[in-house]
Structures are given as structure tokens and as C-alpha cells.
């Protein structure tokens, strides 16, 4: 007879170890959605709502959107083209949105939306008839299993979730003290449904919705297998039900027919039956400890302590909503450990990229389609990824962009007659890259290539040259298309994009169509920049190479206006913008996520950002304060940094699961304040190292173990009355690095694999 764990030993096996578990938990179930606790695998994602008498979880398979292949580029742009840059550079913006929304839009002018494939709930015999004590629930980050414990009618019960990216399931597992019955069915509102029950085994059949006039392309399957320990399973209808077990095991697999973009002849029965055949030839401990230890692998290669508040005994929500009244250091540590987690969790190697909502969602008419914006919020949910050692999960990212190097092709060539290939500001599952939703949002050409900044991110990090070598056409395609349609600015001479817009910012002039923001400028800096050092380090492509940085250096520079702020426009409008505190910042973009602007290499500019970002206010959207606090933190000025950090970690941007509330959720905020709290304990660019730039007095001791920095290099520190006691370098090759603490620095050799170990007193003044 099995024996089970009581919630103390669970206890005692999880807090074995230094430090401080990192979990969330709570004394009751959710009755939200926002209050439930994602699992997932990168491809398959629950929310565990922790219910006595019904436990639900919500389900989500990566590729189930609506809608199929679909090419939205409209013949009509390129011919409208010409007259909507001489309206541009006439200054009569308001005509030229008018003419671009009528003639350059994409048909239609909106894209496809992310899909809830459905729900899994588990029900008690009698649910309902007592009520549940001793109750409480977790999700632990380390193991990445969520748990709950509680007591109904006089039974202990005890049930754990996880999901597998070793085995491609989600386990359920529920145990109790005496045996129960209860009753485990599938359910969803997708069209098509189709149910059934046979043996001990539930398949659940259907359909996606078309959207927009796309018509819905892809079949779908959901299939559990349960299994227990003492009892009987019998099939009824559309459920099983279970009759006296002392255990049961829930195996979920999930699958659609989606390939590719442009391929929806998978097979979902044949894949879900093979994945469970697999999976259930295992026992639940094996399952388990593989899941755990695929899991650890990635999430234990960082370690951050930055020391427990008075909050560190409570309940994740009451945390939360105290956050705003007391210093909780912990609660920043276990927000930047969650971030973590929940990017392991919704973008693994082979998964599609973490949407607006990572992988969770529950609805199926999501706001803003839950799709992928890369106007900022895509960008910002792999901000974490190198520098939190996690470069894996930016690998479905990077297969994104392969794909939109075909689609986008097409759209820079019938829009455009370019060369190259072109993304907007949105794209979904089928990779489209023409402009959506309206000229004065989606006429943005430059999506693609901040996407392909992260391309270079990925080499910068590794120094992987192999990586490089495949990286290196796709960044080559986005430069093309920008040399070809760059245009020459009437009044400066200089290069600049157009049509464009500074997201989603409308200027002065009654619209948001302009010529050569200067987020665009600043992001082809960088691409430019790159591709050029690319063809270098590959040894190849020289004359181009010559012709990208001849073809840089002719774009339209940063500016300050009369007010002392970074200019957003090429014109000096800013102090008549009619929304001053506008949520995108988007012409901060050379101070973070680029290096463009700097404190000592471009003061003035530096100051110019710092004016801009005090106008624009601290507190915004979700991922617009999350944005603002890696803006402080590379300004250095941790105090400031800290105090947006606070608000974002508080109950009006933090859900009770610490869902990010733009609100509603939105993934990117949780990304965006993991990557900020990294920035103010290191940054790193060129050869260069920061240690501990904007350290705020509320973290005066503590440690972090395992972040990178670029030129493949770790970094360790640690702190204590906010002095660096020691700092440890393990570079994976050999260079010179000139590491800054303050305004003092040293200048060290590294050696692969060999530590190199600093203290405060080894910086001199400098």
C-alpha cells in the first residue's frame, strides 16, 4: 500500500537548501483567473486553480489560433506609395494617414487570435458536501510543480501538477489518506467538439474558429489517460469516473495540425495518442523527475538573494497587496525568479515564441488578439533571456524571424519593390508582416529589424560563430529592405524611414504618420552596426559591408529640443505632443534596450533622455513601467529605478498570481521587471562590465550567482551595507575586459573556465 506524504514532509524535502524557498502560495483557492498558477512546457500550458470539490485546469496548446494561412499584403500599397511620402514630406500628415489607411493597410486589417483549447477538471465524489480546512497551495519555481493541500470531510488530500517538456504532457496527480471517487472530464467551447470516453482514457476532437474573414484551417486533439492506485476507472459517455483510489494519475497530451505558417497537415490523434503510448509506459516519479530535472537544468543556473522584508512569511497575495506600504527585498527576488520561470515555462525550443500572454490564456476573443506586438512588447518578453542565462527559450524567437524573412519578403516586394524582407508592428501564428489594425498604429516598417537586434544579441552573449553564420542573411535581408526604401529628409539631407510613426504616439500635427522617428533611427544604428560587424567577424560580404556603414552614416541623428528633451521627432514637437505621458517611450530606445546613449559616452543625450523620461511620469502600463525601470536603471540611478520597481511589483500592476497587470495581463511587464532588476545589479556592453550600477539602498546586502554578460562571460556578486565584497568572472574565452564599479575600474585578462576574483579594493580611480 502506498504511503502519503503529509504536508509537512513535502515541506521538509522542498526546503532542503540555502536560502529561501521560492515559491508562491496562498490559504485559498483561486476564484479568478488571474488568481490561478501557471504550468507549462514551452508548447502546453495550464492554470491550476487549487479548487477542493473541482479542481480546473485551463488549457492551452501554442499553435491553436484561429484562422489559417492567409497573405494580407494589399496589392494597391505600392502604387499609393509615392503620394503618401509626398504628402509626408509636404507636412500634410493627416492626408497622408487618410490615403495610407485607405490604400496601404493590409486586407484585413487585423490578424488572428490566440485560442483557449479548453478545460481538464477533476471532480470529488459528493463536491460540495463538505467544506475544505487546513488549506493551502504553492507553486514552486524551483521544481516548477504546482501543489495543493487540504482537508475535506475528515480526508487529507494532496494533488500536484506539472508539465513536461521531456514527455509532452501535463500530469495530475491526487492523493489522499483514504480512498475517494471523483470524475475527470475534458471540455471546450472551440466549434466542431467532439467527445468520448473509452476504457481509461478520455479524447476530446475539434476544430478553430475562422477570424476576419480567414477561414478556420486546423483540427485539434486532447487526450488523458488516467491511471490509479486501488479503485476502478469506468468510462461514461464523455468522463470517467473513478470508485475507491487511494491515488490517481492524469496524463494530458495536446496537438494540433499546425506544421508551419503555410502547412496545417499534422495529424493531432495520431501525435496525442503516441505522446501518451510514451508517457504512460512510465511511472508518475520518473515522469516527475524528469520534468524537474529538465526544469532545474535551465532554472538553478541563476541564484539571486536580496535579503527577506517583513512580508517573507506571508501569502504571496498579501505580499502583493502590501508591497505599495513596506520594503519587501524578497519580494523583487522571488518577481525576477518568477519571471524566470514563466520563460522556461512559455518558450522552449520548438514552441512557438511567448505571445502577450506568454503561452495562457483564457479566452477566445483575447484582448489585442493575444498576439505578437514587436513594436515593443515581443522584444520585451526576451529582454531576461541572455543575460538570465536562459539563451534556449530565445530559440523559438529566433525561428520566428526565419519565417518572417519569407513571408516579409513578399510584403517588401509588392509594397514596397524592395529587396529584403519587411515585418510591421504585429504578426501571429501564420507570420504575416503587413501593416494592420490602421496607419496611425500599424504603419511601422521596423519590427523586423528589432527583431534581428536580438539575432546579434544571441551571438554578442555566446560568441557562437556558427549561430552567426545563420544569423547573418537573415539581418542582411532586413538591411536591404531599408536600403532600398530609405528616403532623404528635405530639410537635413539625412536618411530616414518613410512612411513610419513613433509607436503608438501621435504628434502634434493630428496623426501618427511621420518621417524618421527617432526609435527607427536609432534601431537601424544598431542593425546597421551589426550586419557590418558581422561581415567582418565572417570574413565575407565586404563590399557590402562597406556599403551598409557608408549608408549609416547618413541617418538622421538624435536631437535634443529647445526643452532639453531627446527629440521623439525629427522635428521639435514634443512640448506640443497632446499625450505628455504617453506609455511608449519609444525614443528612448538608444538608452535601453541599445547602448546608443550612455551617462559618460553621450552625456548630453544621456541628460536629454533623463528630461524626457521625467515628463513621460513613472507610473504607466504594465510593461510601460517595467520599460521605465531598466530607462532609470541605465541612467544609474537606483533609487528611482527601485521606486518604479515598487509600483510595479504593487496590487495595481501585479495580479495575485503576479500575472503583470497592463491591465488585463499581459506577459511582458512580468519579462520587462525580471530584466530590470538584472540591469541594476550588472550591465554589460562591448568589453565592458558594470557592476552593481544602480544598486537601491533597499537592497544594501545580498548576492546573484550565474548571470551573463556579453563576450560570454558569468558573472557572480556579492554585496553587503552596499559595497561589493566580491565579484567572480568566468569568461568561455579569452579576452580583456575593463570591469567598472562606480567611477572606479580594473582591467582584467581572462582565461576560459579560469575565475577571476574581484574585490572593492582592487578598483582604482579612473
Not at 475507491?244 to 505558417?261: E, Q
Not at 527576488?333 to 518558450?347: M, T
Not at 516586394?413 to 529587396?419: E, I, L, V
Not at 533623463?610 to 537606483?638: K, M
Request: include cysteine.
Amino acid at each position: 500500500m502506498a504511503v502519503a506524504l503529509t504536508h509537512s514532509d513535502v515541506l521538509a524535502a522542498s526546503a532542503a537548501g540555502p536560502g529561501p524557498r521560492k515559491r508562491l502560495w496562498y490559504r485559498q483557492p483561486a476564484s479568478v483567473w488571474t488568481e490561478a498558477l501557471p504550468v507549462g512546457n514551452g508548447r502546453l500550458g495550464a492554470m491550476v486553480f487549487g479548487g477542493a470539490g473541482t479542481e480546473t485546469l485551463q488549457l492551452n496548446e501554442d499553435t491553436l489560433w484561429t484562422g489559417g494561412p492567409y497573405d494580407p499584403t494589399n496589392p494597391l500599397a505600392n502604387d499609393a506609395l509615392p503620394e503618401v511620402r509626398r504628402l509626408i514630406a509636404a507636412e500634410k500628415f493627416a492626408q497622408a494617414e487618410a490615403l495610407a489607411n485607405a490604400r496601404l493597410m493590409g486586407t484585413p486589417k487585423t490578424q488572428m487570435a490566440y485560442q483557449s483549447l479548453g478545460e481538464l477538471t477533476l471532480t470529488l465524489g459528493d463536491a460540495g458536501a463538505g467544506q475544505a480546512i487546513d488549506y493551502e497551495r504553492e507553486l514552486d519555481l524551483d521544481s516548477a510543480v504546482a501543489t495543493t493541500w487540504f482537508t475535506l470531510d475528515g480526508v487529507r488530500h494532496r494533488r500536484e501538477v506539472f508539465a513536461s517538456a521531456v514527455d509532452q504532457v501535463i500530469a495530475v496527480r491526487m492523493s489522499a489518506d483514504q480512498p475517494f471517487d471523483m470524475s475527470v472530464a475534458l471540455q471546450s467551447a472551440q466549434p466542431g467538439l467532439a467527445r468520448s470516453a473509452s476504457g481509461t482514457s478520455l479524447l476530446m476532437m475539434g476544430r478553430n474558429a475562422g477570424r476576419a474573414g480567414v477561414e478556420g484551417a486546423l483540427r485539434f486533439a486532447a487526450r488523458a489517460s488516467v491511471a490509479t492506485e486501488g479503485g476502478a476507472v469506468r468510462a461514461e459517455a464523455t468522463l470517467l469516473r473513478v470508485r475507491g483510489a487511494r491515488s490517481v494519475t492524469v496524463l494530458l497530451a495536446m496537438a494540433t495540425s499546425y506544421r508551419r505558417f503555410d502547412d496545417v497537415g499534422g495529424d493531432p490523434e495520431r501525435l496525442t495518442l503516441a505522446t501518451l503510448d510514451q508517457a504512460v509506459s512510465q511511472s508518475f516519479d520518473r515522469l516527475h523527475a524528469r520534468a524537474v530535472a529538465d526544469h532545474q537544468a535551465l532554472f538553478r543556473r541563476v541564484n539571486l538573494d536580496l535579503g527577506q522584508g517583513p512580508g517573507s512569511d506571508q501569502p504571496t497575495d498579501l505580499r502583493i497587496r502590501a508591497n505599495q506600504g513596506q520594503d519587501d527585498p524578497g519580494l523583487a527576488a522571488l518577481y525576477f525568479d518568477y519571471g524566470r520561470y514563466l520563460l522556461i515555462a512559455s518558450s522552449r525550443p520548438g514552441s512557438q515564441p511567448a505571445n502577450l500572454q506568454g503561452i495562457w490564456n483564457d479566452s477566445n476573443k483575447p484582448a489585442w488578439e493575444s498576439k505578437y506586438t514587436v513594436n515593443i512588447n515581443t522584444e520585451m518578453n526576451y529582454w531576461p533571456a541572455q543575460v538570465a542565462a536562459l539563451p534556449e527559450c530565445v530559440d523559438p524567437l529566433i525561428a520566428t524571424v526565419r519565417d518572417l524573412a519569407v513571408t516579409g519578403e513578399k510584403v517588401a516586394r509588392t509594397m514596397y519593390g524592395a529587396r529584403g524582407w519587411v515585418c510591421h508592428h504585429n504578426t501571429d501564428l501564420w507570420r504575416v508582416a503587413a501593416p494592420i489594425d490602421g496607419a496611425q498604429w500599424g504603419l511601422w516598417p521596423t519590427g523586423g529589424a528589432w527583431l534581428c537586434t536580438h539575432l546579434w544579441e544571441h551571438y554578442d552573449y555566446s560568441r557562437d560563430l556558427g549561430f552567426l553564420r545563420q544569423a547573418y542573411p537573415l539581418m542582411k535581408g532586413a538591411v536591404l529592405f531599408f536600403i532600398d526604401t530609405l528616403q532623404r529628409d528635405p530639410a537635413s539631407g539625412k536618411l530616414v524611414t518613410s512612411p513610419s510613426l513613433s509607436p503608438e504616439n501621435v504628434h502634434p500635427f493630428g496623426a501618427s504618420i511621420c518621417a524618421g522617428p527617432a526609435m527607427d533611427q536609432q534601431i537601424l544604428r544598431d542593425l546597421f552596426d551589426q550586419v557590418a560587424r558581422a561581415a567582418g567577424i565572417l570574413g565575407e560580404d565586404a563590399s557590402f559591408a562597406a556599403i551598409v556603414r557608408e549608408t549609416r552614416a547618413q541617418l538622421a541623428p538624435d536631437q535634443i529640443g529647445a526643452d532639453g528633451r531627446l527629440q521623439e521627432w525629427q522635428g521639435d514637437w514634443d512640448a506640443k505632443a497632446p499625450e505628455p505621458n504617453h506609455r511608449h517611450v519609444s525614443h528612448l530606445y538608444g538608452l535601453f534596450p541599445s547602448n546608443q546613449i550612455d551617462v559618460d559616452r553621450t552625456p548630453a543625450l544621456a541628460e536629454a533622455a533623463q528630461r524626457s523620461l521625467v515628463t513621460r511620469g513613472d507610473e504607466s502600463t504594465g510593461w510601460a513601467t517595467a520599460w521605465r525601470a531598466n530607462l532609470w536603471a541605465r541612467l544609474r540611478d537606483g533609487a528611482h529605478a527601485h521606486r518604479i520597481l515598487t509600483f510595479l511589483l504593487g496590487p495595481e500592476r501585479t495580479y495575485p498570481n503576479m500575472f503583470d497587470a497592463h491591465p488585463p495581463f499581459q506577459i511582458d511587464g512580468n519579462f520587462g521587471g525580471t530584466r530590470a532588476i538584472a540591469e541594476m545589479l550588472m550591465q554589460s556592453r562591448e568589453d565592458e562590465l558594470l557592476l552593481l550600477p544602480a544598486l537601491p539602498r533597499a537592497w544594501a546586502s545580498g548576492s546573484v550567482s550565474g548571470l551573463r554578460a556579453r563576450g560570454a562571460c558569468t558573472v557572480d556578486l556579492r554585496w553587503r551595507d552596499g559595497g561589493l565584497e566580491e565579484a567572480v568572472l568566468v569568461g568561455r574565452i579569452a579576452g580583456k575586459r575593463r570591469v567598472r564599479l562606480g567611477s572606479r575600474r580594473v582591467d582584467v585578462e581572462l582565461v576560459p573556465g579560469r575565475p577571476v576574483r574581484l574585490r572593492g579594493a582592487d578598483f582604482v580611480r579612473g
